[in-house]
């Protein structure tokens, strides 16, 4: 799958979601950071994933990486 249809799959909320928790390490601080709840982050998280085809937040994370969706 192309990098255009990985980052058109991820909404932007899922996609700040998920770079903030590859760079502060841990949801609870990525959603702080956002000013959200940290049940909302976790469903944006699990939501990336799954578009991802990935298996946990970390694999989510490194597929975004390899794809240029998050920096």
């Given at each position: 799958?192309?990098?255009?249809?990985?980052?058109?799959?991820?909404?932007?909320r899922e996609k700040e979601?998920?770079?903030?928790?590859?760079?502060?390490?841990?949801?609870?601080?990525?959603a702080k950071k956002m000013?959200?709840?940290?049940?909302?982050?976790?469903?944006?998280l699990t939501r990336a994933?799954?578009?991802?085809?990935?298996?946990?937040?970390?694999?989510?994370?490194?597929?975004?990486?390899?794809?240029?969706?998050?920096?």
């Amino acid at each position: 799958m192309s990098k255009a249809k990985y980052g058109m799959l991820l909404s932007p909320r899922e996609k700040e979601c998920l770079q903030l928790t590859a760079r502060l390490g841990k949801s609870t601080l990525a959603a702080k950071k956002m000013g959200i709840e940290y049940t909302t982050a976790k469903v944006n998280l699990t939501r990336a994933r799954i578009k991802l085809g990935a298996n946990s937040t970390i694999q989510a994370a490194f597929i975004a990486l390899d794809k240029g969706i998050i920096e």
